[in-house]
Structures are given as structure tokens and as C-alpha cells.
């Protein structure tokens, strides 16, 4: 062990007339302990709502959606294969959506509606996941029963969101009519036909609660009077972080005549949004742990003062200000190694508990969840923990300089 190392490690037992420099030099690693599990914590809070919001938006937004420049896609089966052929995607969904009004006869409410294959393993394990009430498999059943003019006045069955069931004042099997505005040639004219509602669903996002309509999707290209076509496909992704490279290739399979876009582009405001709070949040707890490293300019300054005699020894028998400037450095490192080794278990043991014992409670209604969602990750402990240590190292820089340049002759003679 070098010589440097091993004065660095003896100045940190403090004797008895050095104990306000040991118990300063305590509070310092303490106070790095809490900013970097502070930091880690919030960290993985944030990245926990950020994945959920993101698996939610994602489950009922394509990740990947093609649509034609011509019109309504009529090749679609086509179309789907050949992305699929494209490294990255996991999947196709083709649909079909459009705006409507229904109506519950208590109440009226403006919908979007989307025409999907319920039994397609996209639409099962996106808005599928979400059905408290009712099948999504109810949809590509035919209607049984009649309506309210006739055996003949169901046109089939509709999943709708919790939100809009209560603004409608209906529940599971109730009768719903839909009226969407329908062009033909250059006539504007309405369609309106009577569903069965065959599931509800609960997203925990109020905008596809209360806004959604989900239909079989021949039902809906008979209903929107477009026979063998669909508005787009939906792809889904195997990789979310290889978004971009799998468009840029789809665009090069497809060519120009198909419009290519991603979810990054769907949601760039809540994307941008949160990689905003994150960096607000980052750079906050960050000037926490600075402040806290930055004491140890004090505690290594009285150190230095303390020990004016040890260093002028030290010179005298050969060290040189470099070993000097050295010993200071090791001590302030260590202190704040000591301090972020404490801080980055802390805050791992904090994630682990707000995981497994969800004992911090947040609105539903509001957020979706009922507990702190978090997702801790590897990189963002080891970064925290890497910008710890730097701050701690700039913290020793001017006091080792200091004890390195004071003359020996100074400290000995007094």
C-alpha cells in the first residue's frame, strides 16, 4: 500500500483533539449518503411513470402505423406481411378509425371510433388487457337478441371505456347508437345503426376512457362504408429503443407511397415532457449532493490546519507536493466513496421497498396507478453514483493544493 493511501486512511481516525474534525468529516458523508439516495430514488420514481405512461399510451396508440398517401389501403394483408418481414416488428394490426356521435338515449357523447381484430394478439394484449368487464371477443361475435326496432337493429357489439359508460349512464349489454358522418361521391350525409355494448374497459387515461370505441373490424368497414379497406396498419415493435431504425426501414421497403410514423412522433409532447421533468429533477438533486461534497472543502481545510506540522515533517524527510496534494485528495475521495457506496445502497433498499410494499398511495383517478410506480435502472445508479464521486474529487482539489504549497520551514518554526 502506498504511503499516501495509508496517511489518508490514518487521518480519518480522528484522536482525541481532532474529534469536531471527525464528526464534520461524519456529517459530510452523511450528507453525500442522502443526496445520491435522493437522486437514485427520484431517478427511479420518475422512470417508473414515464415507463408507465408509456406502456399505456403504447397499449392503445400504435407504435408503428402505416397509411397509404392514395386513400383508404385496400392490400392491406399485403402491406402487413411485407413490414412484418422487417427485422424489429413483432407484429401487425390493421384497423380503421373514425369520429362518431353515440348516443344511450339519456345521454350524448362524441367518440373515436376503432375498427379492430379482436382476435388478433395485438388487440388482445393492448386494450384486451384492460376489459374489466364483458370479452373483447364479445365484438366478433354476431349480435343475439333485437333492438328496439326489430331483430334486425343490431349491427353487432362495441367495448367501450369505463368514463364514458358512466357519462352515458350504461352498463354492460346496453344499446348504444352510433351516427357517423359517412361521404359519398361529393354528399355529406350520416350513418346510423344500434350496437350492443359486449365490453368495458378501464385504461386508467381518462382521454381513452371516455373518448374510445373499439368495434369488430369487418362491422366497421361495413358500417363506415368501406368495403375491403382499412385506414392503416399498426405494428408493434420488439425493441421500443430501436424505433427509429425500424421506421427508416420500413420507409426504404414500402417506398414513398406509404406514410411511415412512429409513437415518438404521436407523443412527442409527453415524451419531451418528461425527459424535461427528469432533467429538472436530475439537476436539482444533483446541486444536493454538490453542496454536500463541497463541505468538504471545510472539513479538509481544518484538516489541513491541523495537520500543518505532519505535512512539514513529511516535506522535510523527501515528500513531494505532488504526494502531499495526494494524501488530501485520498482522504476527501475516500470520505465520499464512503458516502456514495452508503447513499447508492440506501436508495436501492428505498426502491426495493417502495416496490415490493407500495406503502406510498397516489390517486387512481389522476395517475392510473394506486401505488409510486418505479423502475429502477443500472445506468442511473451508476451515473449518480459517478457524478457523486466526481463532485467529492473537485471538492479535495483546492485544499490538497493548499496543504501542498504552504512552506515547511513556516509550520516547524511555529
Known sequence: MRFELQIALRYLRARRREHFISVTTLFTAIGVTL???????????????????????????????????????????????????????????????GQAMVSSG?????????GVEPGNALVEGGIGRFVRQGSLSELAKPPTGQGA?????????????????????????????VIAPIITGNQLGTRSARFRVGAVFDSGMAYIDGNMVFMDLAVAQQFFG???????????????DRTQSVA?????????????????????????????LKLVYSIVLTLLIAVAAFNLVATLIMVVMEKRRDVAVLRAMGATPRAIRLIFALKGLLVGTAGTALGVTLGALGCFALARYRFIRIPKEIYGISALPVHPSALNFTAVAAASIL?????????????????????LRS
Not at 166 to 175: D, H, K, M
Open 35 to 97: 443526496g445520491v439516495a435522493a437522486l437514485t430514488i427520484t431517478l427511479a420514481v420518475m422512470s417508473g411513470f414515464e415507463a408507465s405512461l408509456r406502456e399505456r399510451i403504447l397499449t392503445l396508440t400504435p407504435q408503428i402505423e402505416i397509411q397509404s398517401l392514395a386513400g383508404p389501403l385496400t392490400a392491406y394483408r399485403q402491406i402487413a406481411a411485407k413490414a412484418e418481414s422487417v427485422r424489429g416488428v413483432s407484429g401487425s394490426d390493421p384497423f380503421i378509425i
Open 106 to 114: 339519456r345521454a350524448v357523447a362524441g367518440v373515436v371510433v376503432r
Open 149 to 177: 326496432h326489430g331483430p334486425a337493429a343490431i349491427a353487432g357489439n362495441v367495448a367501450i371505456g369505463r368514463e364514458l359508460a358512466a357519462r352515458l349512464e350504461i352498463g354492460l349489454g346496453a344499446q348504444v347508437t
Open 226 to 240: 368501406r368495403s375491403n379497406a382499412v385506414d392503416g396498419v399498426e405494428l408493434h415493435l420488439q425493441n421500443l
Open 248 to 276: 427508416q426501414a420500413l420507409r426504404a421497403r414500402l417506398g414513398s407511397s406509404y406514410l411511415v410514423r412512429s409513437w415518438e412522433e404521436f407523443n412527442r409532447a409527453a415524451a419531451s415532457g418528461f425527459a424535461m
Open 391 to 411: 463532485l467529492c474529487l473537485l471538492a479535495t482539489i483546492y485544499p490538497a493544493r493548499q496543504a501542498a504549497t504552504q512552506p515547511p520551514t513556516d509550520a
